[in-house]
């Protein structure tokens, strides 16, 4: 638990979810996030979070993406630390990764990672709540034209494209 929330308030307060929170900040401590998950878990977090005065779905959309991330995040570290990298080096990498990961499966407002469709003047009015499952949508098109034409890991196409037809699918809606 220690290291998870403190993987998750470096996460929050790294440079990406800042931005991604339209540069609106928020300087927690390990204990201050301890001290709410001790008391309500993740409920307990998001509450806390919540008190503070942001706008909720910026608040969501970053606790996702930490929560979620510093497991992975630690996980790749120690897989960086096994391939022979310092502890230095297996950060850095472990954050590049994570940041790269959710810039390819999260909602985004990036001009490279949005359809034409969601770019228009009409798409932004309409299909501004539709952003995820287009993601989603994209990245199993892509696997199973992926593992159509024998390009990259089968295994991976497959996990990917099942992954996010139904149990990313399920939690996010």
């Known amino acids: 638990q220690k290291q998870y929330w403190a993987d998750f308030k470096m996460i929050w307060n790294s440079d990406f979810l800042t931005t991604r929170r339209g540069g609106l900040q928020l300087n927690v401590s390990e204990n201050e996030i301890a001290d709410m998950a001790n008391k309500g ?75 034409k469709q969601q770019a228009s003047s009409t798409g932004r009015l309409f299909l501004a709540w539709a952003n995820t499952p287009m993601q989603y949508g ?13 390009r990259g890991d089968r295994n991976k196409n497959i996990s990917k494209a099942i992954y996010y037809s139904s149990m990313q699918n399920f939690v996010f809606n």
């Not at 497991?71 to 080096?89: D, L, V």
């Open 138 to 150: 994209r990245l199993i098109k892509r696997s199973i034209q992926d593992l159509a034409a024998g």
């Open 41 to 115: 878990g993740v409920r307990g977090v998001v509450s806390y979070l919540l008190k503070l005065g942001f706008t909720p779905t910026k608040i969501a959309d970053s606790f996702a993406i930490a929560s979620g991330g510093a497991s992975m995040y630690r996980n790749r570290i120690a897989t960086y630390k096994k391939q022979g990298f310092s502890q230095e080096e297996s950060e850095t990498l472990a954050f590049k990764d994570f940041q790269e990961l959710t810039e390819e499966a999260q909602q985004s407002s990036r001009p490279d990672r949005i359809s």
